[in-house]
């Protein structure tokens, strides 16, 4: 009997995990092999299960996937990353190759993506959509974006993501904890932001930051 490669859910979401698990021990040569809500119990699962794949969200409570996908990249590097997420691949997928992602997936793509990307990953090759791989090109070529997100990629990944937290209701002292730095830390990255983004003050980037949100839950 051939050997099935190991897969490692990382989401917050519990239904989420529950149809990925279904999905992917239907198959004759995946199966799930753990499961993880957090970042920090993602780190210590792969290095108790040891999956060739982890499956991983951008946004999660009690840390960021972009930040998880750096540590699993520096602790084992042989584990390869798919980024499965809600949010715009056009802004994230290029970040999430950065950090060490070999795929990222919409939530919103068929089910048979899902399974595309694990075993293009294991073959050896990127996983991604045919938007994301022309952004891609034609930024090479021209040297600038040209997606809808262009102004965003402003931001580092951490000025993003409080960006992103702020958008979603998050105090000051929130995103501290959530991003475990310290309040002028956050403070920090604020006002680089707003410098960033040619905000005027607290106001307006909470309310940007908040529409922002809106419009990313829309899409």
Request: glycine share 6%; aromatic share 6%.
């Amino acid at each position: 009997m051939t050997q099935k490669s190991k897969v490692l859910l990382v989401d917050d979401h519990p239904l989420v995990r529950e149809w990925l698990a279904n999905l992917i021990n239907q198959q004759s040569d995946l199966q799930v092999c753990g499961e993880a809500d957090s970042a920090p119990k993602a780190l210590q699962m792969i290095g108790a299960v040891n999956p060739e794949v982890a499956i991983v969200d951008i946004s999660m409570e009690g840390g960021s996937g972009l930040e998880l996908i750096k540590n699993i990249k520096a602790s084992h590097p042989k584990v390869m990353v798919i980024v499965l997420s809600m949010h715009d691949e056009a802004l994230y997928a290029e970040r999430a190759l950065r950090a060490g992602a070999r795929g990222y997936i919409m939530k919103r793509e068929a089910t048979k993506r899902v399974l595309e990307a694990i075993r293009c990953v294991l073959g050896g090759d990127l996983y991604l959509s045919d938007k994301i791989a022309m952004l891609m090109a034609e930024k090479f070529v021209d040297g600038r974006p040209k997606s809808a997100g262009s102004v965003m990629e402003r931001l580092s990944d951490r000025e993003l993501e409080v960006f992103q937290l702020l958008g979603r209701g998050y105090s000051t002292r929130q995103i501290a904890d959530e991003l475990h730095v310290s309040f002028k830390t956050v403070q920090s990255f604020c006002a680089r932001i707003k410098e960033k983004l040619n905000y005027v003050n607290a106001a307006e980037l909470l309310r940007e930051a908040v529409r922002w949100h809106d419009r990313q839950q829309e899409k």
